[in-house]
């Protein structure tokens, strides 16, 4: 099961046969707006996605229920009695603006913060999330942090545990002793027992009676600790076995690739959090993508109110052709990396009266691309060596134009296996892993399905155009 930003996803995995079946359920209004959520609302909902999914095909016995959620980007305190006395706030709640630029102006602080966690000042994490919740006073009936992801495994068997690889993505711990950070401790105002217990990837503990009877299925059922959804599609498109870099576009998007040691970048740009089986993950997210191409496609652009989003995107292979379409910063959200901007507003330029939606339609996949390619092209010099090829997950998968322009851009090989639950897929295989039934999920190999290629005919082209995003970039991000 997966309790992600915007859905609840359910897969069913057979050992010897795959993936059996997929269950996605948007939450219900009732649960939040992406932005915050009630989290038991949101736990019901993913449970109850679970437990369709299993009365769909019969199933009254599965052999270990595995969970993945979002990295610890994320915050619901909780009281003595570990119940919710705040909403969940998601990595796109940006309330937290105020306290984080006031830290982020003491440099010494951002890099020596940076380099003992990963993670650089940003309200997406559930260390500064607090901070501001501390600083405005709310933090007073709190006995508690937690993020998404230990809340669930909460929910479904009792313990509050979080893995060292999703808690590294929350800002406490520190990269390198794995343990809890003193220093984020003190700087928080407490000590570790208000935070969950560090476990390794593969820990299980019994499924709770009632979780047990919301699923549908056996009570002591052994439920592995809940991983993070990046790490998970980490591990399902084999980059933790081979020199692959991949992407994936939901909501948001980030990058990853697979390390041998922690890496980080000589100022606060890119993150590094803890990956599996004594690997690190290095890389770069961004707030805006999906989120960003539904706001041009459909509030902009009236998608799905005469035109659809295929419409749009035939027509953004006519402004290509074009070559003029305008120069898009991708910031909706906010700006996570390489900035770490959470003030920063979207931008474009360059446009002219000649510019149609078409042309504003493509300035926005190609933003968030540019985006992403400058994230890559600061993160390919800590880690070592370019990759070999990209993995790319998410919505894109339903653009063909999309990819190629991401394999032009990169100019590098991009694979898309259809792998639209990457993070479910991934998360069946820690639970192979953990259940004994494959020795190392370094073994996992890229399906490398459908693939597209980098047009040396457009190297050109998207260089200049990114050169002026980079221009734009750098002269409005004073």
Not at 20 to 32: F, H, K, R
Not at 316 to 343: M, N, Q
Request: net charge negative; aromatic share 10%; with cysteine.
């Amino acid at each position: 099961m997966e309790a992600s930003t915007a859905s609840a996803k359910a897969m069913l995995y057979r050992n010897g046969e795959g993936v059996v079946d997929i269950l996605p359920i948007n939450y219900s209004a009732d649960a939040g707006d992406t932005v915050t959520f009630d989290a038991d609302k949101i736990m019901e909902e993913t449970m109850l996605a679970g437990k369709r999914l299993l009365a769909q095909n019969g199933i009254h016995h599965v052999d270990m229920v595995a969970a993945c959620s979002i990295w610890s980007h994320s915050l619901v305190l909780l009281d003595k009695d570990k119940r919710p006395v705040s909403r969940l706030s998601t990595w796109a709640d940006t309330a937290a603006s105020a306290t984080t630029d006031k830290y982020r102006k003491d440099s010494e602080l951002f890099a020596s913060l940076y380099r003992r966690t990963g993670c650089p000042i940003h309200t997406t994490y559930t260390f500064w999330k607090y901070m501001h919740e501390k600083e405005t006073g709310n933090a007073a009936r709190v006995s508690y942090i937690a993020s998404m992801p230990e809340y669930l495994y909460l929910k479904l068997t009792g313990e509050f545990a979080v893995s060292r690889s999703t808690a590294s993505a929350g800002g406490f711990l520190n990269l390198h002793t794995l343990e809890w950070d003193e220093e984020a401790l003190r700087l928080a105002g407490i000590d570790e027992g208000m935070l969950p217990t560090l476990v390794g990837s593969e820990y299980t503990s019994p499924l709770s009676e009632g979780a047990a009877s919301m699923l549908g299925i056996k009570e002591g059922t052994p439920v592995l600790i809940t991983g993070a959804d990046g790490c998970m599609n980490q591990v399902a498109v084999g980059g933790f076995g081979d020199n692959i870099m991949s992407i994936s576009v939901g909501t948001s998007a980030a990058i990853r690739i697979s390390t041998e040691k922690p890496v980080l970048a000589d100022s606060p740009s890119t993150w590094c959090y803890v990956g599996v089986e004594d690997m690190w993950i290095a890389g770069c997210a961004t707030a805006g993508a999906g989120n960003t191409v539904d706001w041009m496609g459909k509030k902009i652009l009236g998608a799905h109110g005469g035109i659809s989003l295929k419409q749009l995107d035939q027509g953004a292979v006519k402004s290509l052709k074009k070559g003029d379409a305008p120069i898009f910063l991708p910031f909706l959200a906010g700006e996570r990396c390489p900035g770490w901007d959470d003030t920063k507003s979207a931008m474009m330029f360059d446009i002219k009266i000649n510019h149609d939606s078409y042309d504003l339609y493509y300035s926005t996949l190609e933003g968030v691309l540019f985006n992403l390619k400058q994230c890559y092209e600061i993160t390919l010099p800590i880690v070592g060596q370019a990759p070999k090829l990209i993995s790319i997950s998410g919505g894109i998968e339903q653009s063909p134009f999309w990819l190629q322009m991401a394999a032009s851009i990169f100019e590098l090989p991009v694979y898309a296996d259809r792998l639209s639950h990457a993070s479910l897929l991934g998360t069946a295989y820690m639970a192979l892993k953990a259940a004994g039934e494959i020795a190392t999920v370094k073994e996992i190999k890229p399906q490398l399905k459908r693939s597209w290629q980098p047009d040396g005919s457009s190297r050109e082209f998207f260089a200049r155009r990114f050169d002026k995003y980079l221009k734009y970039y750098h002269q409005y991000s004073i």
